[in-house]
């Protein structure tokens, strides 16, 4: 921490991607002001992309619970913790320690997860403890166990900018891991010849870099991969010294691929892909010798995620690439801790620091250096089952910490059944409002990002401090504070005396080191005597950190030694799968989903800054020309995406960077923030057999049309509810609140319409027609609400397109600025109601800079005063030239 007169910097580090950047917080008055990239920082020497650079926006107490509260009523801590310690108590006397689960989140930090495993699996008796990273990258973390001995990441960031061939697999980089993406950038840019693959069935912003783009058959990732090991040993390409000497198993799984893809024009007809391309990526892997692939949830989420992940290990185990710089399989998780909540065990199919249930020597370990009374032999339910086991009652109590698994569960509306027929739910949040606080019995304040201290590791392995420097906001307490205030009321004293953080991170360290002497490269053994001072001030820190071999190498594997019994990878024989789920008549196309750029999860936090919804503001799903034309459907046309299980309502974004048959719709937005678009409310619960990842990229649905007769815009300086049409989405401004809205049925008075859902001041000004009705009211000079709609109910109007619906309102992001801005002349009144600017100055389109409020419009106009390339439009603009995470998008303009 650095101070001057009145601010401080601290260093801590970015809560939302497996990036893991470090940022610098300038702190005043109990205030955080601005933030910055950590140039000290290896992941992103001081970057930082747009969801980082918004930090300081999304602070404020605005939407935070506050105070506990049982059954809505508030309540002290006191009452609060002994409701939910006498709840467990006596649920677990009644029922069994497995009639109570803990679901986490890769959101909390390391410490926060220590004592949360350490309360299930030692404590209470039950390894009914899972995350949400489940939902992201169990797979890999099967696939390194498999292949490694243990959940091993073998390379580091470096890598994928020493890398001569990059290939980038189920992973929208640009936009899922923008920093990343930028130090990929830049890589190429001063290396030309630097190759970069993207394999992904969408046209996705990442392909802005590739030198080539193989957009195979949705799900069919698997196959590509064992035809390029049955490609490697057919064109001499294989290490045989490296197979030889540090694998385990090459003949099997050369046997497997070649039974399922034995020639490239096999491999070429699963995946749906032109011979000639995927040749080519074949011939570079083979003659290439620094290739990293990374690889993300487009492999992960899948019934067969894996197995994908073993194909793509057995490819760089039979080249030897591995251990190396430049050279390395690299699964980048999801999460800002995934990894932290990996090393503590938090999924159910863990023990602790890195053992699991497979040897009862782990058991004991653990066992003795927890002094546990109650410890647990067995493993407990994956998430899907877990959600499951509580609709069905064997789960009677279950506490969920800083996620929201009803938004963000396959089968949304199974799990939030599950929950409303659970007899204790306990939800510890940050967040007053979300779908799943709303069906909690007990509600906790949790202390959110600027005011949380302890630990997370990114995708590299290195360990980082997160730093609180805002006092916790309301009555709000540590996640770590809760849980062991819980395990001390149940009477567990001993073991949950913790008064720091810190000395939970080093009693974590010192199990990591506990009778290891090498047997488990998860070793921070040399942190385990920290003090406070020295944890407060730890810097980013790599793992393996043994006390005996403090090396912290950047990369494992380098002797070729591997985490398992004979100190040899395995290389698997995987037989990758289709999807179970197949598309029929009745539901035709395949539903891809995934992320944004400017938004993260289910936008409790993102959805805070204003700025972040500049870019992309409603839920949509993309549509190839061709099925849309089928469908008859228009570009931004309010349509229903559904199947048996559920329906979304969202907006069409006709576009050719998806391809025929297939749609694409985003997973951020929950019920708080529109009518009816959990995407998840779609996925089927259907999982990889061994990492109970469900399959969440490849979702058989029907779409079809809404005949929208009204659209509107609707800004008011409150958070309205209930709003009573087909299609609401609200867009929080930085003065109130827009919703954007559609209707099948025409209101037939708009007056009543509006007066339903909140009070209007008799200082107002209408407009009323056939096809359109237009209100703005005021109190004093300022905006109070502002309704524009336009429909095309009257039979006078029919024959109006629903584009022209559209066409027919204002720029809702003019009428946003202009909501925050006093007026005070009669013109600026009418020039609101007409929705134009009085001096009749374009609108600047739809943002593509969030930094900057750059619009699509003036980027276009600089272009066509000469500006080619981003530099001269970030000159002109200053577009682009901050975070990075829209060049992208620039590119594909000036292109
Ligand atoms: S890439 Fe962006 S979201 Fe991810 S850690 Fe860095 S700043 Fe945060």
Redesign the pocket.
């Given at each position: 921490m650095t101070n001057t007169s009145d601010t401080c910097q601290v260093k801590t580090t970015?809560?939302?991607?497996?990036?893991?950047?470090g940022?610098n917080a300038e702190v005043s008055d109990n205030r955080l002001i601005a933030v910055s990239?950590d140039r000290d920082h290896p992941?992103?020497q001081g970057?930082?992309?747009v969801?980082?650079?918004a930090l300081h926006e999304t602070t404020g107490l605005e939407g935070r619970l506050l105070e506990p509260r049982i059954d809505g009523a508030s309540v002290s801590w006191e009452q609060a913790i002994d409701h939910v310690a006498q709840g467990f108590r006596k649920t677990i006397e009644a029922h069994g320690p497995d009639s109570v689960a803990l679901y986490l989140s890769g959101q909390i930090l390391t410490e926060d997860y220590y004592v949360a495993n350490k309360l299930m699996k030692g404590f209470i008796g039950s390894a009914n403890v899972d995350t949400n990273s489940r939902l992201c990258m169990s797979s890999a973390v099967a696939a390194h166990k498999r292949a490694f001995g243990a959940d091993l990441v073998p390379g580091c960031y470096e890598d994928l900018e020493l890398a001569e061939l990059l290939i980038l697999t189920g992973s929208n980089t640009a936009w899922a891991?923008?920093?990343?993406y930028q130090r990929i950038v830049a890589a190429k840019k001063a290396r030309p010849e630097m190759k970069i693959v993207v394999i992904d069935p969408r046209q996705t912003a990442t392909c802005d870099i590739a030198d080539l783009h193989l957009p195979l058959k949705p799900g069919s990732d698997g196959y590509l991969f064992t035809g390029l090991l049955s490609y490697l040993a057919d064109n001499d390409a294989l290490d045989s010294t490296f197979i030889d000497n540090h694998t385990e198993g090459f003949d099997s799984a050369l046997l497997a691929a070649k039974q399922l893809t034995g020639s490239v024009a096999e491999s070429a007809r699963l995946c749906g892909l032109p011979e000639t391309g995927l040749g080519l990526l074949y011939d570079w892997f083979s003659r290439t010798e620094k290739v990293v692939t990374l690889f993300s949830q487009g492999i992960n989420q899948s019934s067969s995620g894996v197995d994908k992940g073993n194909a793509i290990i057995n490819c760089h185990l039979a080249t030897g690439k591995i251990g190396k710089p430049g050279s390395a399989p690299f699964s980048i998780t999801g999460q800002?801790n995934a990894m932290g909540g990996r090393e503590v065990g938090g999924l159910a199919n863990q023990l602790a620091a890195h053992m699991d249930f497979s040897d009862p020597a782990n058991i004991e370990l653990v066992e003795t250096f927890w002094q546990a009374p109650n410890m647990v032999h067995q493993e407990g339910l994956k998430a899907v089952d877990m959600f499951q086991a509580v609709h069905d009652g064997r789960i009677k109590a279950i506490w969920i910490m800083g996620t929201n698994p009803v938004a963000s569960m396959p089968d949304a509306d199974f799990v939030r059944e599950a929950l409303q027929r659970c007899e204790l739910v306990v939800v510890s949040d940050c967040i007053e409002k979300t779908d799943t606080t709303a069906c909690a019995n007990v509600l906790l304040p949790a202390t959110g990002w600027a005011e949380k201290d302890g630990t997370v590791t990114n995708s590299e392995r290195v360990i980082s401090r997160q730093r609180g420097f805002l006092k916790p906001a309301g009555k709000s307490r540590h996640d770590w504070q809760i849980i062991c205030s819980v395990a001390r009321a149940m009477g567990f004293d001993a073991g949950f005396e913790f008064t720091s953080p810190g000395q939970i991170f080093t009693e974590h360290a010192a199990l990591s080191g506990y009778r290891n002497n090498g047997r488990r490269y998860f070793d921070i053994s040399a942190l385990e005597s920290l003090t406070e001072e020295q944890y407060n001030q730890l810097q980013p820190v790599r793992w393996p950190a043994a006390k005996q071999a403090n090396l912290n190498p950047k990369r494992l594997f380098q002797s070729g030694q591997f985490n398992t019994p004979s100190g040899r990878a395995r290389m698997v024989a995987v037989t990758p799968t289709a999807p179970v789920n197949r598309t029929s008549e009745q539901f035709p196309l395949v539903l891809n989903t995934g992320r944004i750029r400017d938004q993260?999860h289910t936008m409790t936090r993102t959805g805070k800054a204003s700025r972040l919804l500049n870019h992309i503001d409603q839920p949509f799903v993309e549509i190839s020309p061709e099925d849309a034309a089928q469908k008859q459907i228009a570009d931004n046309d309010l349509v229903e995406v559904s199947n048996a299980l559920g329906r979304c309502v969202v907006r069409a974004n006709v576009t050719d960077r998806q391809p025929a048959g297939s749609l694409f719709m985003p997973i951020h937005w929950s019920a708080q923030f529109t009518s009816q678009a959990r995407v998840d409310s779609l996925i089927a619960p259907i999982c990889d057999p061994i990492a109970g990842q469900p399959e969440s990229k490849y979702c058989p649905v029907t779409i079809r049309t809404l005949n929208s007769l009204w659209r509107g815009i609707l800004i008011s300086d409150k958070e309205l509810a209930d709003l009573p049409c087909e299609y609401w989405c609200k867009v929080p401004l930085t003065k109130g609140f827009r919703y954007e809205l559609a209707g099948l049925q025409q209101p037939d008075s708009w007056q009543q319409w509006l007066a339903s859902i909140t009070t209007i001041s008799p200082d107002r000004i209408e407009l009323n027609s056939t096809s359109a009705y237009r209100l703005a009211s005021f109190n004093g000079n300022q905006p109070e609400l502002l309704f524009f709609a336009a429909s095309r109910a009257h039979p006078k109007e029919a024959h109006l397109k629903k584009a022209h619906l559209k066409e027919a309102l204002p720029n809702s992001a003019w009428l946003s600025k202009q909501f925050a801005q006093p007026i005070s002349t009669a013109a600026q009144r009418m020039a609101l109601l007409a929705g134009k600017p009085v001096d009749n100055s374009t609108d600047c389109g739809a943002i593509i800079c969030s930094c900057f409020e750059v619009g699509e419009k003036q980027i276009q106009q600089a272009i066509s005063q000469g500006a080619a390339s981003t530099d001269e439009l970030a000159a002109k603009l200053k577009c682009g030239s901050n975070c990075g995470s829209c060049l992208p998008e620039i590119r594909a303009l000036l292109n």
């Open positions: 970015c809560p939302y991607c497996g990036v893991g950047c940022v990239g992941a992103n970057r930082l992309c969801k980082g650079s891991h923008p920093v990343i800002p993260w």
